[in-house]
């Protein structure tokens, strides 16, 4: 289950649909800002929407995430129905490596000489470096204005961290599903699996479906104990890659355990196309489909069949596909999130007894040595990130507003109560990952609602906090010349 980890990307549609624009721009940045030795640069790509822009309204500053940037600005509506209330600057700034932010164009990913430069250290700095620039720029010709961060997921992590580390440079930070706990010595290995399973559990008040899942994984292994069992499979489930071998299998297996969490995650009130057309809930319409477990759990191939028309919520709800696929990602940053995993974002999972996967323990030294062998380097310490930010110890960090909803898994890892009066947190009981950056939608539930507002109101304090202090600054200016 350690290919989980690059689950952090989830929920984000490969098609990307445009209903939002922007102007694409491009700066140079260092490739390495940390060692004084070189001056080469690479150009980032960062997004800019000015529509609602007027002279000192904010800059809302989205933190880019794991993979092509363009997705993320067509999926945070909440940012863009946002701006015209403040006047706001949008901008979306794209992770190094990511998307078409390549330091060393199609060399980035070949060696380690190359990859070395992805961290989120390096990418906080490019962030600063084009908030920089937009303040030198017309928008800031009246003077600096304030900068709100945004983020969701690893964005939400960096949003946060961005505050944290540069507190000059951003007013404050909206983090919405940002796991910044979800390290070793913060929250237990088994908490994020623990979460999924109970989002199965209690999807259905006559049945609990994680049953029924958590019978599948040995139904497939003794079906496709030969080779006969393996043509039935695919056939049984429409398979667009064959099952052929052992390891065939446990790909399979990892891929639909990727599905059910990525349902999980992408669990909203409404209709979306993350990873797929998805109806309403759809952990309760796959549910849904479970609810007789006398019919098919004393035989594993009517648990295997019954499973396979259940998945069907994931693989092929449009009824377009001809054949199943579990494991089409290929767009979404894997590789870059793999190493990311493999050096300072070391996030610790493991399965509990009682959950419905397989039984799968935290194993940290084999963890090390796959990284090792796949990219040719190794995490130096396991809690690189916790020292990077400071862990749990948030005290002395100010205007950052956690968000979190109770479907998302990723809650495990994030911030669940306020740390003090400016460092606050904001629980979404019926939300799923970061649902409240998403577009406002008539299904929204009220506390999603609320948690909007109260962004509204936290960004709305900063931002007068900001105009405040520059005004006591220039009034006591004045009192000293």
């Avoid at 430069?117 to 908030?131: G, K, N, P, W």
């Avoid at 499973?307 to 693989?315: E, F, R, S, V």
Wanted: hydrophobic share 40%; aromatic share 12%; proline share 5%.
């Amino acid at each position: 289950m350690y290919i989980l980890l690059v689950i952090l990307i989830l929920a984000y549609s490969k098609n990307i649909e445009c209903k939002y624009t922007f102007d694409t721009k491009y700066a140079d940045v260092l490739i390495d800002h940390f060692s004084y030795t070189s001056n080469k640069t690479f150009k980032l790509r960062y997004l800019v929407n000015e529509t609602f822009w007027t002279a000192n309204g904010p800059i809302f500053f989205y933190t880019g995430n794991e993979g092509d940037i363009e997705l993320f600005a067509q999926n945070s509506g909440f940012i863009m129905e946002l701006a015209p209330k403040f006047n706001a600057l949008i901008v979306f700034c794209e992770h190094r490596y990511y998307g078409d932010s390549m330091p060393f164009g199609n060399l980035s990913y070949t060696k380690p000489e190359y990859l070395g430069y992805l961290s989120s250290e390096q990418a906080l700095h490019d962030f600063v470096d084009i908030i920089d620039i937009l303040q030198n720029s017309k928008y800031g010709s009246d003077g600096p204005l304030p900068v709100i961060a945004f983020g969701g997921s690893y964005g939400g992590m960096l949003s946060s961290w961005l505050r944290i580390k540069y507190p000059a440079t951003v007013q404050g930070a909206i983090a919405a599903s940002a796991p910044i706990w979800q390290f070793t010595g913060l929250t237990p290995c088994g908490v994020f699996y623990s979460i999924v399973t109970h989002v199965y559990a209690s999807a259905n008040e006559k049945f609990d479906c994680s049953i029924s899942i958590k019978n599948l994984w040995p139904a497939i292994r003794r079906v496709a104990n030969t080779p006969d069992g393996m043509t039935w499979l695919n056939s049984a489930w429409k398979l667009c890659n064959n099952i052929t071998n052992t390891k065939d299998v446990q790909k399979l297996i990892d891929a639909v355990s990727n599905a059910l969490v990525n349902m999980a995650m992408a669990n909203y009130p409404y209709a979306n196309t993350f990873l797929a057309d998805l109806p309403p809930y759809p952990v309760k319409a796959m549910c849904s489909e479970l609810i007789e477990p006398e019919k098919y759990m004393k035989d594993d191939k009517k648990l295997i069949l019954a499973l396979g028309k259940a998945l069907n919520i994931y693989t092929n709800y449009s009824r377009t596909a001809k054949c199943n696929d579990f494991s089409d990602t290929d767009a979404l940053g894997i590789s870059g999130w793999d190493f990311q995993s493999c050096t300072e974002m070391v996030m610790p999972m493991c399965t509990n007894p009682d959950d419905m996967f397989e039984p799968s323990a935290w194993d940290y030294d084999k963890v090390a040595q796959d990284c090792l062998v796949k990219f040719g380097v190794k995490p130096s310490n396991p809690r690189e990130v916790v020292l990077q930010y400071g862990g749990k110890n948030l005290k002395y960090a100010s205007n950052i507003v956690f968000s979190n909803g109770l479907l998302d898994p990723w809650s495990g890892g994030g911030v669940l109560s306020n740390i003090s009066s400016t460092v606050t947190a904001i629980v979404i009981p019926e939300g799923a990952h970061h649902l409240d950056l998403r577009e406002s939608n008539p299904a929204d539930p009220a506390s999603v609602i609320r948690a909007r507002k109260f962004h509204s109101d936290s960004i709305q304090n900063w931002i007068t906090d900001f105009y405040r202090d520059k005004i006591n600054s220039n009034f006591n200016r004045v009192l000293l010349v």
